[in-house]
């Protein structure tokens, strides 16, 4: 899905430095924050709540923009995750018992995987955000440690031992 642009560029508009790297910004990650907001959050409208938030964030921090030009894109999306899942943790959809219960009782191991997003939403905001960096996105796992701040050895077991909660629910039948 694309972003919305809430920023006109038009020619008569004189564009400081600060609001040519925010256009920048929007035009290089837009779509990649947004897409990460509505794949955490599962709804287009509360994405939208939390990419508006972005936007204002990432305007403030236009003017330091030029520190961060080495790591842009981990500078810009770790500012999308840390208004992200918070918001998540306080507003995202999550499974209720009998969703989860319908889940494990009756479909096979096989037909769990057509699932997959439900049992992505079992997991934690942040941990949903890890598998998308690493695996929709496919960031480098050095860039995904500079998002998250922690360090990528520790990504990479994380990643693991999530990798085996997704395995495991899916895969082992109930009793």
């Known amino acids: 899905m694309v972003a919305p642009n809430p920023i006109s560029s ?7 430095k600060d609001s040519f790297r925010l256009q920048q910004w929007i035009e290089k990650y837009a779509d990649l924050s947004y897409d990460l907001c509505e794949s955490v959050l599962w709804s287009p409208s509360t994405a939208n709540v939390v990419f508006k938030q972005t936007l204002q964030t990432w305007k403030s921090l236009a003017k330091n923009g030029e520190a961060f030009a080495k790591h842009e894109r981990a500078f810009v999306l770790s500012n999308t995750v840390s208004i992200l899942i918070p918001f998540a943790e306080k507003h995202g959809r999550k499974l209720n018992p009998s969703e989860q219960l319908m889940l494990d009782a009756n479909y096979s191991p096989k037909e769990r995987v057509d699932f997959l997003d439900s049992y992505l939403h079992r997991l934690s905001p942040r941990d949903q955000i890890l598998l998308l960096l690493f695996y929709r ?4 796992s050095s860039e995904i440690s500079t998002i998250l701040r922690e360090p990528e050895k520790s ?9 085996e909660s997704l395995r ?3 895969w082992e039948t109930s009793v």
């Open 10 to 16: 038009s020619p008569t508009q004189s564009k400081s």
């Open 155 to 163: 990504l990479e077991l994380h990643c693991t031992q999530i990798l």
């Open 137 to 140: 996105y496919q960031l480098p």
């Open 168 to 170: 495991s629910w899916i």
